[in-house]
């Protein structure tokens, strides 16, 4: 069975999720929990294969050229951790279904926990370094969205930023370690790369791409001194921070370390910093968690403790070091998922987990006491449980260490230390809260929560009991399989039985034990009555003040930046532009200078001069009209389009000369909409300000004239070069054989470059909604609205009152400039002539660009003659919607080629034969550039109507209210 759909089913359910009704509490969780449920029987199913020795592998061409296929690949450690988040999921999805609020919209919460889990299984089943970065953002995107579900909280903003932040910065570090990474091997194929662990490591770029590569697993791990977003983001709910701790976010970055471990470990480098920061973690998570009061706070400093455990092993250079730390991690997901529900379960039902107002519960709430006696002993690493027999496997460890005297002592020191913080902050957990006497000023009476809340904390109870018990029986094989890729294949020799006899590891365990009850007592009065209120030592450290800290300072520095640099005015920035541009085009070809190529030229032609030196005219003469009449000036500068349209034309490009020619008309219509917004020029008021105004005119001209130049120059020196030493015989060669189509152009938009078109039309759309977002709340100033005619940047009301009529009679003069009938019998003949360039783009000069362009012109002279009302009254146009509808008929088309097993937006042309028409030429590209066509549409329409609905709100003089329009305004609205 595809193991694509496993990677695809949370996703559909997330999106299944995302359409219930907003109080759908039982239904969404429900189907969460199916989809969970359904996940984990089809990764279990998969188990005997696996065992048998396989590796399953699927690989779809994305990106072959660049070495970057979608490859989804499932080993034993993959499998193990496919087995953590679609079980824990299962449960806490049942879990929450329970603790979520009436109140909240509960399915918004399922189709994030859905894409989550989506997101975390992408990292897990990736065969590929690209596609592995990618889904590693992925994860922190939907972390951010859980983590701030209660955005109406404060906290809960603070904790996704700050989460977003750390690890979303660790990823993109992690991305280019890599890239790097992938060019060292040669490929970015994770099989390849394992592979390659002896060229990888005596690579010279070793050093720098581990530093990044670690950067990110390090901060999506909350290893020191990246742990500071940990302890903020248990301001999301706790089904989410269960989810979290146990079995995705955090464990993606350990899961990255061993995932990598064969490739990269061996090295001291790779010793120093993963042990390192292992080390400091384990001890400093577990030193802050004895003092902690919020139950959810001690156990995020205990995941902190816990990840640092798994890193240190990680980084120990050892097989069974790394064995050890596959067990750990799979221990660590059952108890602290259950310690995490055990806490939500008090908080739900006593309305507090502050633990010095909570004590005595155990006679209220026995059950739920028990239990979290038990995830609480597992913790601790109290004998029979399955946590104690991976801090036996870790202590071994630590002890067998040969590297340096000091560290061989000191290492085992610092393991039983941490140790015995472990057991002192178990036993507040579980003394402090359900023993002694019956708390008086709970907001709620504790008593037990409904029964199916408790059932998943009872399955994850259950199994550290079994497996500590029971180990070879019930986790061998499953910790065999897991480990085994881990490693490299051959595994180390170790034992998961129970009794060792007395050793090295037995004793630290005591130690850790005995020393743990003792602290305990020791700390129990001053923390019961408050007189530790900070963290002995660490008091002055806070890292959430130094998080905002840091982000306040890059803010002040940036704002200082931009004052140096920037300015208000659009001409400072636009000469800083050029100049910087001409100095790095000067300082590229210093050396070698410019030389012309030895290709034939083009006859002079006397009529294409004439056409150029009109067009030098009219740009002149725009920069002349600039200072004094604006809409002359726009006139002008149209001139000057249709010159470039023309000269397209000239050298065989109708392509090109109809999309420019199409661009202008709606350029000059934005234009015309966004003049009247301009500030009134300012006057010279004396001779010396004159002479200044001047000298600075005469400095921009010089400038214009120096870089145009400079490029006609680089323009020529191509275009005089032959045609081998270009790349246009690459697409006029290829275009018809291999993209079905005649027109060159059409074909690379729509085929060999796909990708690019439709990175633009996402643009696009992107400009269009922020446009919109931007101007939907915009009221212009009342001293603009109320300017008098003679000091309004436009000559009086030529622009809005054409485009916008205000009264009957302004109507009247609309009506009598252009027949608002003759334009409306227009529009089918312009949709027409669309659809026609549409059909014909592929083999013929048209495409969906200039389609769209067309039909979009052919709306906009609807509004410029019969005003926006009579426009949104008799067509419904929903805009944005034409842009939704364009980005996934794109995307559809490339995923279409992905699932047929062709690389991503692959181009198929299929001819059909029909009666009286004949043979019909049919490529799949029509669809993608259907995507083009219905992007641009949607995007330039929501632009112009945007802007033409602020001159509808200015001439009211209403700044205050806000004009409902059918065109886009009214879907957001």
Same mark, same amino acid.
């Given at each position: 069975?595809?193991?694509?759909?496993?990677?695809?089913?949370?996703?559909?359910?997330?999106?299944?999720?995302?359409?219930?009704?907003?109080?759908?509490?039982?239904?969404?969780?429900?189907?969460?929990?199916?989809?969970?449920?359904?996940?984990?029987?089809?990764?279990?199913?998969?188990?005997? /294969?696996?065992?048998?020795?396989?590796?399953?592998?699927?690989?779809?061409?994305?990106?072959?050229?660049?070495?970057?296929?979608?490859?989804?690949?499932?080993?034993?450690?993959?499998?193990?951790?496919?087995?953590?988040?679609?079980?824990?999921?299962?449960?806490?999805?049942?879990?929450?279904?329970?603790?979520?609020?009436?109140?909240?919209?509960?399915?918004?919460?399922?189709?994030?926990?859905?894409?989550?889990?989506?997101?975390?299984?992408?990292?897990?089943?990736?065969?590929?370094?690209?596609?592995?970065?990618?889904?590693?953002?992925?994860?922190?995107?939907?972390?951010?969205?859980?983590?701030?579900?209660?955005?109406?909280?404060?906290?809960?903003?603070?904790?996704?930023?700050?989460?977003?932040?750390?690890?979303?910065?660790?990823?993109?570090?992690?991305?280019?370690?890599?890239?790097?990474?992938?060019?060292?091997?040669?490929?970015?194929?994770?099989?390849?790369?394992?592979?390659?662990?002896?060229?990888?490591?005596?690579?010279?770029?070793?050093?720098?791409?581990?530093?990044?590569?670690?950067?990110?697993?390090?901060?999506?791990?909350?290893?020191?001194?990246?742990?500071?977003?940990?302890?903020?983001?248990?301001?999301?709910?706790?089904?989410?921070?269960?989810?979290?701790?146990?079995?995705?976010?955090?464990?993606?970055?350990?899961?990255?370390?061993?995932?990598?471990?064969?490739?990269?470990?061996?090295?001291?480098?790779?010793?120093?910093?993963?042990?390192?920061?292992?080390?400091?973690?384990?001890?400093?998570?577990?030193?802050?968690?004895?003092?902690?009061?919020?139950?959810?706070?001690?156990?995020?400093?205990?995941?902190?403790?816990?990840?640092?455990?798994?890193?240190?092993?990680?980084?120990?250079?050892?097989?069974?070091?790394?064995?050890?730390?596959?067990?750990?991690?799979?221990?660590?997901?059952?108890?602290?998922?259950?310690?995490?529900?055990?806490?939500?379960?008090?908080?739900?039902?006593?309305?507090?987990?502050?633990?010095?107002?909570?004590?005595?519960?155990?006679?209220?709430?026995?059950?739920?006491?028990?239990?979290?006696?038990?995830?609480?002993?597992?913790?601790?690493?109290?004998?029979?449980?399955?946590?104690?027999?991976?801090?036996?496997?870790?202590?071994?460890?630590?002890?067998?260490?040969?590297?340096?005297?000091?560290?061989?002592?000191?290492?085992?020191?610092?393991?039983?230390?941490?140790?015995?913080?472990?057991?002192?902050?178990?036993?507040?957990?579980?003394?402090?809260?359900?023993?002694?006497?019956?708390?008086?000023?709970?907001?709620?009476?504790?008593?037990?929560?409904?029964?199916?809340?408790?059932?998943?904390?009872?399955?994850?109870?259950?199994?550290?009991?079994?497996?500590?018990?029971?180990?070879?029986?019930?986790?061998?094989?499953?910790?065999?399989?897991?480990?085994?890729?881990?490693?490299?294949?051959?595994?180390?020799?170790?034992?998961?039985?129970?009794?060792?006899?007395?050793?090295?590891?037995?004793?630290?365990?005591?130690?850790?034990?005995?020393?743990?009850?003792?602290?305990?007592?020791?700390?129990?009065?001053?923390?019961?009555?408050?007189?530790?209120?900070?963290?002995?030592?660490?008091?002055?450290?806070?890292?959430?003040?130094?998080?905002?800290?840091?982000?306040?300072?890059?803010?002040?520095?940036?704002?200082?930046?931009?004052?140096?640099?920037?300015?208000?005015?659009?001409?400072?920035?636009?000469?800083?532009?050029?100049?910087?541009?001409?100095?790095?085009?000067?300082?590229?070809?210093?050396?070698?200078?410019?030389?012309?190529?030895?290709?034939?030229?083009?006859?002079?032609?006397?009529?294409?001069?004439?056409?150029?030196?009109?067009?030098?005219?009219?740009?002149?003469?725009?920069?002349?009209?600039?200072?004094?009449?604006?809409?002359?000036?726009?006139?002008?500068?149209?001139?000057?389009?249709?010159?470039?349209?023309?000269?397209?034309?000239?050298?065989?490009?109708?392509?090109?000369?109809?999309?420019?020619?199409?661009?202008?008309?709606?350029?000059?219509?934005?234009?015309?909409?966004?003049?009247?917004?301009?500030?009134?020029?300012?006057?010279?008021?004396?001779?010396?300000?004159?002479?200044?105004?001047?000298?600075?005119?005469?400095?921009?001209?010089?400038?214009?004239?120096?870089?145009?130049?400079?490029?006609?120059?680089?323009?020529?020196?191509?275009?005089?070069?032959?045609?081998?030493?270009?790349?246009?015989?690459?697409?006029?060669?290829?275009?018809?054989?291999?993209?079905?189509?005649?027109?060159?152009?059409?074909?690379?938009?729509?085929?060999?470059?796909?990708?690019?078109?439709?990175?633009?039309?996402?643009?696009?759309?992107?400009?269009?909604?922020?446009?919109?977002?931007?101007?939907?709340?915009?009221?212009?100033?009342?001293?603009?609205?109320?300017?008098?005619?003679? /000091?309004?940047?436009?000559?009086?009301?030529?622009?809005?009152?054409?485009?916008?009529?205000?009264?009957?009679?302004?109507?009247?003069?609309?009506?009598?400039?252009?027949?608002?009938?003759?334009?409306?019998?227009?529009?089918?003949?312009?949709?027409?002539?669309?659809?026609?360039?549409?059909?014909?783009?592929?083999?013929?000069?048209?495409?969906?660009?200039?389609?769209?362009?067309?039909?979009?012109?052919?709306?906009?002279?609807?509004?410029?003659?019969?005003?926006?009302?009579?426009?949104?009254?008799?067509?419904?146009?929903?805009?944005?919607?034409?842009?939704?509808?364009?980005?996934?008929?794109?995307?559809?088309?490339?995923?279409?080629?992905?699932?047929?097993?062709?690389?991503?937006?692959?181009?198929?042309?299929?001819?059909?034969?029909?009666?009286?028409?004949?043979?019909?030429?049919?490529?799949?590209?029509?669809?993608?550039?259907?995507?083009?066509?219905?992007?641009?549409?949607?995007?330039?329409?929501?632009?112009?109507?945007?802007?033409?609905?602020?001159?509808?709100?200015?001439?009211?003089?209403?700044?205050?209210?806000?004009?409902?329009?059918?065109?886009?305004?009214?879907?957001?609205?």
């Amino acid at each position: 069975m595809d193991l694509v759909y496993l990677l695809l089913l949370p996703f559909a359910g997330s999106l299944v999720a995302a359409l219930m009704p907003t109080h759908a509490r039982t239904a969404a969780a429900t189907w969460a929990a199916l989809v969970a449920a359904a996940g984990l029987v089809w990764v279990a199913l998969l188990f005997p /294969q696996l065992r048998a020795g396989e590796v399953l592998r699927e690989e779809y061409r994305w990106i072959p050229s660049a070495g970057i296929n979608f490859v989804i690949r499932m080993d034993g450690f993959a499998w193990m951790f496919a087995m953590l988040v679609t079980g824990i999921g299962t449960l806490v999805a049942l879990y929450a279904r329970y603790y979520m609020s009436k109140n909240d919209p509960v399915p918004r919460f399922f189709s994030f926990f859905l894409a989550f889990m989506g997101a975390m299984l992408g990292v897990v089943l990736s065969g590929n370094l690209v596609q592995i970065a990618f889904f590693w953002e992925l994860t922190s995107l939907f972390s951010f969205l859980l983590i701030g579900y209660w955005h109406h909280r404060r906290d809960a903003r603070r904790g996704a930023r700050m989460a977003l932040t750390i690890t979303g910065a660790g990823g993109l570090a992690l991305l280019a370690g890599m890239l790097m990474l992938g060019h060292i091997v040669g490929s970015y194929d994770l099989d390849a790369v394992l592979a390659a662990g002896d060229r990888v490591r005596a690579h010279e770029l070793y050093t720098t791409m581990v530093v990044l590569v670690l950067l990110g697993a390090l901060t999506k791990s909350a290893q020191f001194p990246f742990h500071v977003w940990l302890p903020r983001a248990m301001a999301a709910p706790t089904p989410v921070s269960a989810y979290l701790h146990s079995a995705t976010m955090v464990k993606a970055g350990v899961f990255l370390l061993a995932r990598l471990w064969p490739a990269l470990s061996g090295t001291p480098e790779w010793f120093w910093i993963v042990g390192g920061a292992g080390v400091v973690t384990l001890v400093l998570g577990a030193y802050i968690a004895m003092f902690q009061n919020d139950l959810k706070g001690l156990l995020a400093y205990s995941t902190i403790s816990h990840l640092g455990l798994i890193t240190l092993l990680l980084g120990l250079n050892r097989d069974l070091a790394a064995v050890a730390a596959v067990f750990h991690i799979m221990n660590h997901a059952t108890f602290k998922a259950s310690l995490f529900m055990a806490a939500g379960i008090i908080d739900h039902e006593t309305g507090s987990r502050d633990i010095r107002r909570l004590s005595g519960l155990f006679k209220a709430m026995p059950i739920t006491g028990t239990l979290a006696l038990v995830a609480s002993a597992a913790m601790a690493g109290v004998p029979l449980m399955n946590g104690f027999l991976s801090k036996e496997m870790f202590f071994a460890e630590t002890i067998d260490l040969s590297a340096m005297p000091w560290l061989d002592v000191g290492l085992p020191i610092a393991a039983t230390v941490a140790g015995i913080f472990a057991v002192v902050y178990s036993l507040r957990f579980s003394v402090d809260v359900f023993f002694g006497p019956p708390a008086k000023d709970l907001p709620l009476e504790p008593h037990e929560p409904v029964r199916w809340m408790r059932v998943p904390i009872e399955v994850l109870v259950l199994v550290c009991i079994v497996v500590g018990i029971f180990p070879q029986w019930s986790i061998g094989p499953a910790l065999d399989l897991a480990a085994r890729p881990v490693v490299g294949g051959a595994m180390p020799a170790y034992s998961l039985a129970i009794w060792h006899g007395v050793n090295k590891p037995l004793v630290m365990s005591m130690i850790a034990l005995v020393g743990g009850i003792a602290l305990f007592l020791l700390l129990h009065k001053a923390l019961e009555t408050g007189r530790l209120k900070h963290v002995p030592l660490l008091q002055g450290i806070d890292g959430q003040r130094l998080f905002q800290s840091l982000l306040y300072g890059l803010d002040r520095a940036s704002r200082r930046g931009l004052t140096l640099l920037s300015t208000h005015r659009l001409q400072p920035q636009m000469l800083l532009i050029v100049l910087a541009a001409m100095a790095l085009a000067a300082g590229a070809l210093w050396r070698g200078g410019v030389t012309w190529g030895d290709r034939e030229r083009v006859p002079a032609s006397f009529e294409f001069a004439l056409i150029w030196v009109l067009g030098c005219v009219c740009a002149i003469a725009t920069a002349n009209q600039a200072k004094f009449h604006r809409l002359a000036a726009l006139v002008l500068i149209g001139a000057v389009g249709l010159a470039v349209s023309l000269t397209f034309l000239w050298f065989s490009a109708p392509d090109l000369a109809l999309t420019q020619l199409t661009v202008e008309v709606v350029t000059t219509i934005l234009f015309l909409l966004g003049l009247r917004w301009l500030p009134k020029r300012l006057q010279d008021e004396s001779p010396r300000l004159g002479l200044k105004v001047r000298a600075r005119r005469a400095r921009d001209f010089t400038i214009a004239i120096a870089s145009g130049c400079g490029l006609a120059a680089l323009a020529y020196a191509m275009m005089t070069r032959p045609a081998p030493q270009s790349i246009s015989p690459f697409f006029i060669d290829r275009a018809l054989p291999e993209g079905g189509g005649t027109n060159v152009v059409n074909v690379m938009l729509v085929d060999f470059r796909g990708l690019d078109t439709m990175g633009e039309i996402t643009v696009l759309g992107i400009v269009g909604l922020t446009v919109y977002a931007l101007l939907r709340r915009f009221r212009p100033p009342r001293e603009m609205i109320e300017l008098p005619p003679q /000091q309004r940047a436009v000559p009086p009301d030529l622009v809005s009152d054409l485009i916008n009529p205000r009264t009957a009679q302004d109507t009247a003069l609309g009506y009598a400039m252009v027949p608002a009938v003759l334009v409306r019998l227009l529009m089918p003949v312009a949709a027409v002539i669309s659809m026609h360039f549409f059909m014909r783009g592929h083999n013929l000069p048209g495409g969906g660009f200039v389609a769209g362009l067309v039909l979009s012109i052919a709306f906009i002279t609807q509004y410029i003659v019969a005003g926006t009302h009579w426009v949104e009254a008799h067509l419904q146009l929903r805009v944005i919607r034409w842009i939704a509808v364009g980005l996934l008929l794109a995307l559809g088309t490339g995923l279409g080629a992905l699932f047929l097993g062709y690389p991503f937006l692959t181009s198929h042309t299929a001819h059909f034969t029909l009666p009286l028409l004949g043979e019909i030429h049919f490529p799949s590209a029509l669809f993608f550039d259907a995507g083009v066509f219905a992007a641009v549409v949607g995007s330039t329409l929501l632009i112009l109507t945007a802007l033409a609905h602020q001159s509808v709100r200015s001439h009211r003089k209403a700044p205050e209210k806000t004009v409902t329009a059918t065109t886009g305004p009214r879907e957001v609205d």
